[in-house]
T-cell receptor, first 117, second 112 residues
Framework: DVKVTQSSRYLVKRTGEKVFLECVQD?????MFWYRQDPGLGLRLIYF???????EKGDIPEGYSVSREKKERFSLILESASTNQTSMYLC????????????????FGEGSWLTVV | SQKIEQNSEALNIQEGKTATLTCNYT??????LQWYRQDPGRGPVFLLL?????KEKRKERLKVTFDTTLKQSLFHITASQPADSATYLC???????????FGSGTKLNVKP
């Protein structure tokens, strides 16, 4: 079974702190994603990576950065946390489309609940 | 602008009935559409996908339809059970991209 593991389930951070959210997948997937999920707004893509050291901005990248130094690991960084970044963060992975073609599915981690006070 | 809309109001049905959830989209041309289930405090889990050239797909008690003219997908759960209670999300995947675009989900409550 595919496993996507997020290092922290619950975090409480202070405004202005630097926050790292770590994610590891064990299925050799090329694609990795970071989403945030808020009530009524659904899942919104923050960043996407299709290869090591490659990244693309999603719909809401402001205030976030990412790092992908190894294929299995994708980190989300909040340089200076703010209260409006309180949310549930979901990491996910998938095969690159050229490998699986149509029918590619995405596998999610369990989520990291971040509260910024 | 591009939108994916799912009914934000919870759907409450009686056990044994068929639940029907709707996903509408605008300004997308998806290669395929997927449905995911999300339980409280957990990440979404893939259920079923349907390609843009398919009209209907079935898997056990689940059925998905896809109408690219109406830009709509319907997700049915027949003989619903309380264990089916969860939030259901639709996702679009476009041609030539690896990104997944999600709706905000509809919460289903199946009462015994």
């Amino acid at each position: 079974d595919v496993k996507v593991t997020q290092s922290s389930r619950y975090l409480v951070k202070r405004t202005g702190e630097k926050v790292f959210l770590e994610c590891v997948q064990d299925m050799d997937h090329e694609n990795m994603f970071w989403y945030r999920q808020d009530p009524g707004l659904g899942l919104r893509l923050i960043y996407f990576s299709y290869d090591v050291k490659m990244k693309e901005k999603g719909d809401i990248p402001e205030g976030y950065s990412v790092s992908r130094e190894k294929k299995e690991r994708f980190s989300l960084i909040l340089e200076s946390a703010s209260t409006n970044q309180t949310s549930m963060y979901l990491c996910a992975s998938s095969l690159h489309r050229r490998k699986q073609g149509p029918g590619n599915t995405i596998y999610f981690g369990e989520g990291s609940w971040l509260t910024v006070v | 602008s591009q939108k994916i809309e799912q009914n934000s109001e919870a759907l409450n049905i009686q056990e044994g009935k068929t639940a029907t959830l709707t996903c509408n989209y605008t300004n997308y041309s998806p290669a395929y559409l997927q449905w995911y289930r999300q339980d409280p405090g957990r990440g979404p889990v893939f259920l079923l996908l349907i390609r843009e050239n398919e009209k209907e797909k079935r898997k056990e008690r689940l059925k998905v339809t896809f109408d690219t003219t109406l830009k709509q997908s319907l997700f049915h759960i027949t003989a619903s059970q309380p264990a089916d209670s969860a939030t259901y999300l639709c996702a679009l995947v476009l041609y030539n991209f690896n990104k997944f675009y999600f709706g905000s989900g509809t919460k289903l409550n199946v009462k015994p």
